[in-house]
């Protein structure tokens, strides 16, 4: 049926009563026939009278207390192993504009829907790219306004942070953060610490500057020297007496109460009030400035074996607005996949061999106090804002040219450190999704990355079906290959439909066609976890290219410059207008409702697989449900006399359809979702 968003509009503002109250008296578990972009746009009021309604007075009153933590729906797993089995929303904050919209966005989601991943929430850097954080500070754009006015105790983003995780709680959502190893090139972090990074020294003063006079392992020592001198020269930001020494003030010291600072008052000491955001920044400018006029300057992370080895591209550089020139780096001996992120630096994980002569890590020497530093960090913020999981960011780096160990030490993987610490830490249910691509082999990393995902104990990894056409012959072989290793690994690969970074003008044929047989599959496949991306359920199929401000990614960054045509946004997201996508999806997830509870975490039994090569595929469940799902990638299913499934067609959408075969002693009492 044909329909469009006006109708659709037409509709809900018609029976609005109705929806809405299905939702709050606990008949449906989202608000149906809402669409995102009318969702976002509720008053605050709006949103706090519809959930006044839902949780009741106690619940609201607790959540709206960012003094208060509300218990997580993970609380009951004794380990991470129910994110084998969720179905997890990508949320990138920016293309809302505020933690709070993502109440009023999650109110549009079923409660199949049970995990949030909210993309990363740190201050960032260059071109405001939400992955180079470039401090532990919360990300204030995120701050809603309307909400300190209205509820006037959430007064910052940290107290607003914090109330958003405990609502979704309480809604009966898993939540989930970035983990990121790696910061902006000269984030607060490099320059406080510059012994967690490793650092380069150009030869900017012999008059070649884009020659490397020194990549050896001590060169952060010539930085701190660097810091200190512009520290004494200009005094502490915050005012402190400089009465320390210059080793006191850069010891990496865990606590309170040993020699030397904190992490927060050499924070304060070199940049000043946390919430004095332009001070901060003028301040890490002037730093900037002193280090790189002499040539010192961190090493940018890469991507791929074979990792290490750079030099200075002479020919490649940009120039930015204070005149300072900036090189790109490049490998000496570059692989198939390598790539250099010019404004990211990584964590000095690992001493150097031979003072870093040749370019190798010694991977039986850890730097301790990177690995301390970063645990810390992501646990004090999991802690404070109550985190069930984390996105381990670029997990699929494997800096060990032999491949994965056979028996991976505690300091063979920063993030698989993480998750054990912050479990260690009275947290056991904490899980971790793992970015990975399921690469061949020495691809994306040393070795095998089926083998890594293990090793680093991750529950389950990104995958990349959102990256190949559906029906396509690479689609059905990678999927066969997923549905294997669900059954085969310790790890549980995604049915994944889109994320925000595949969310780009570039990969817009991939969502052309085959969309309903992703989000059916998604959906209902309930041994496997799913991820899709906001704005999935509305998004135009873009036979021609869209503006840049329909596109999820290119609200990774914050670009605003028009030489940039490709990546400059102007003005907020523009959700997508299909209506007919939505429509479909609406009642995919209307019909889930009626029978969630009896399939939820099921083990499925395959009736036609993706390994057995055909255009459809039919599934069914180990321990009778009574359901059997059918589903095409090209829209067109097999005749139903074929004997390939019995029963009734109880759903039926655009190749999709489910069928019920009524089980003996029947019974499906009623649940409030």
């Known amino acids: 049926m044909s329909t469009s968003i006006e109708a659709l509009q037409a509709d809900w503002y018609q029976h609005y009563a109705t929806y809405t109250d299905a939702y709050q008296s606990g008949h449906l578990s989202f608000i149906a026939?809402?669409?995102?972009?009318?969702?976002?746009?509720?008053?605050?009021?709006?949103?706090?009278?519809?959930?006044?309604?839902?949780?009741?007075?106690?619940?609201?009153?607790?959540?709206?207390?960012?003094?208060?933590?509300?218990?997580?729906?993970?609380?009951?797993y004794s380990d991470g192993s129910w994110l084998k089995h969720s179905n997890m929303v990508g949320v990138n904050v920016r293309t809302l504009g505020s933690f709070w919209k993502v109440i009023s966005y999650v109110l549009t989601l079923p409660a199949s829907h049970d995990s949030i991943h909210l993309l990363p929430i740190?201050?960032?850097?260059?071109?405001?790219?939400?992955?180079?954080?470039?401090?532990?500070?919360?990300?204030?754009?995120?701050?809603?306004?309307?909400?300190?006015?209205?509820?006037?105790?959430?007064?910052?983003?940290?107290?607003?942070?914090?109330?958003?995780?405990n609502l979704l709680h309480a809604m009966g959502r898993t939540v989930g953060m970035d983990v990121i190893p790696h910061t902006d090139r000269f984030s607060e972090m490099v320059l406080a610490s510059p012994s967690l990074f490793e650092w380069v020294q150009r030869d900017e003063r012999g008059g070649n500057p884009a020659t490397l006079l020194d990549h050896s392992s001590l060169?952060?020592?010539?930085?701190?020297?660097?810091?200190?001198?512009?520290?004494?020269?200009?005094?502490?930001?915050?005012?402190?007496?400089?009465?320390?020494?210059?080793?006191?003030?850069?010891?990496?010291?865990?606590?309170?109460?040993?020699?030397?600072?904190?992490?927060?008052?050499?924070?304060?000491?070199?940049?000043?009030n946390p919430n004095d955001y332009n001070g901060r920044l003028t301040r890490r400018l002037g730093l900037i400035r002193h280090l790189t006029a002499q040539g010192l300057e961190t090493l940018p992370m890469t991507m791929a074996p074979p990792y290490r080895g750079l030099h200075i591209d002479a020919d490649d550089y940009t120039t930015d607005d204070f005149g300072q020139i900036w090189y790109q780096y490049a490998f000496d001996k570059p692989q198939q996949m390598s790539r250099v992120f010019g404004p990211l630096a990584r964590y000095r994980f690992y001493e150097s061999k031979d003072n870093n002569q040749n370019w190798e890590l010694d991977f039986d020497r850890p730097n301790l106090p990177a690995w301390n530093y970063i645990c810390r960090k992501v646990k004090d913020c999991q802690q404070k804002y109550n985190f069930d999981f984390m996105r381990g960011d670029m997990a699929h780096v494997q800096l060990r040219p032999t491949g994965v160990p056979a028996n991976p030490d505690a300091f063979y993987d920063p993030l698989q450190a993480i998750k054990k610490y912050i479990q260690a830490s009275g947290v056991p249910y904490y899980a971790?999704?793992?970015?990975?691509?399921?690469?061949?082999?020495?691809?994306?990393?040393?070795?095998?990355?089926?083998?890594?995902?293990?090793?680093?104990?991750?529950?389950?990894?990104?995958?990349?079906?959102?990256?190949?056409?559906?029906?396509?012959?690479?689609?059905?072989?990678?999927?066969?290959?997923?549905?294997?290793?669900?059954?085969?690994?310790?790890?549980?690969?995604?049915?994944?439909?889109?994320?925000?970074?595949?969310?780009?003008?570039?990969?817009?044929?991939f969502y052309r066609t085959?969309?309903?047989?992703?989000?059916?599959?998604?959906?209902?496949?309930?041994?496997?976890?799913?991820?899709?991306?906001?704005?999935?359920?509305?998004?135009?199929?873009?036979?021609?290219?869209?503006?840049?401000?329909?596109?999820?990614?290119?609200?990774?960054?914050?670009?605003?410059?028009?030489?940039?045509?490709?990546?400059?946004?102007?003005?907020?997201?523009?959700?997508?207008?299909?209506?007919?996508?939505?429509?479909?999806?609406?009642?995919?997830?209307?019909?889930?409702?009626?029978?969630?509870?009896?399939?939820?975490?099921?083990?499925?039994?395959?009736?036609v697989g993706p390994a057995d090569g055909k255009s459809y595929i039919?599934?069914?469940?180990?321990?009778?449900?009574?359901?059997?799902?059918?589903?095409?990638?090209?829209?067109?299913?097999?005749?139903?006399?074929?004997?390939?499934?019995?029963?009734?067609?109880?759903?039926?959408?655009?190749?999709?359809?489910?069928?019920?075969?009524?089980?003996?002693?029947?019974?499906?009492?009623?649940r409030r979702l």
Not at 34 to 46: E, G, M, N, T
Not at 618 to 633: D, I, K, N, Q, R
């Open 33 to 76: 026939n809402l669409l995102p972009q009318d969702a976002v746009q509720f008053s605050v009021y709006q949103t706090l009278e519809i959930l006044h309604k839902r949780l009741g007075h106690d619940t609201l009153r607790q959540a709206l207390d960012p003094a208060e933590t509300l218990d997580s729906p993970a609380q009951i």
């Open 432 to 509: 971790f999704f793992a970015e990975t691509f399921l690469a061949p082999p020495n691809t994306m990393g040393y070795g095998d990355e089926l083998d890594h995902l293990e090793a680093i104990e991750a529950d389950s990894t990104l995958g990349d079906l959102q990256s190949l056409v559906v029906g396509s012959t690479a689609f059905r072989r990678q999927f066969a290959i997923y549905a294997n290793h669900l059954k085969t690994r310790r790890f549980a690969p995604n049915f994944t439909v889109m994320t925000a970074d595949k969310d780009d003008p570039r990969f817009d044929e």
């Open 219 to 272: 060169v952060y020592r010539y930085v701190e020297e660097a810091i200190w001198q512009f520290l004494k020269f200009r005094g502490a930001a915050d005012g402190t007496p400089l009465t320390f020494t210059k080793d006191a003030f850069f010891a990496i010291t865990p606590t309170v109460g040993l020699p030397g600072l904190t992490d927060d008052q050499r924070q304060r000491i070199l940049f000043g």
């Open 122 to 165: 740190w201050e960032p850097g260059v071109v405001g790219s939400l992955y180079g954080m470039v401090s532990w500070q919360i990300n204030p754009e995120f701050f809603d306004v309307e909400l300190a006015r209205f509820v006037p105790g959430l007064d910052s983003v940290e107290k607003q942070l914090k109330v958003v995780t």
């Open 514 to 607: 085959g969309n309903l047989f992703r989000y059916f599959t998604a959906l209902f496949l309930t041994d496997m976890p799913s991820y899709v991306g906001l704005g999935f359920e509305v998004r135009n199929l873009h036979e021609k290219r869209g503006l840049n401000e329909e596109y999820t990614k290119l609200y990774v960054f914050h670009i605003e410059d028009d030489r940039q045509p490709d990546k400059v946004t102007h003005g907020p997201f523009i959700w997508g207008q299909n209506a007919e996508q939505f429509a479909a999806v609406s009642r995919m997830r209307a019909f889930a409702e009626s029978i969630w509870p009896t399939i939820v975490g099921k083990e499925t039994r395959w009736l």
């Open 618 to 670: 039919a599934w069914t469940h180990t321990e009778p449900t009574g359901y059997t799902f059918l589903t095409s990638m090209t829209g067109d299913l097999p005749k139903t006399g074929s004997g390939l499934v019995a029963g009734e067609v109880v759903f039926e959408e655009a190749g999709c359809q489910i069928y019920k075969v009524p089980l003996l002693n029947e019974s499906q009492p009623t």
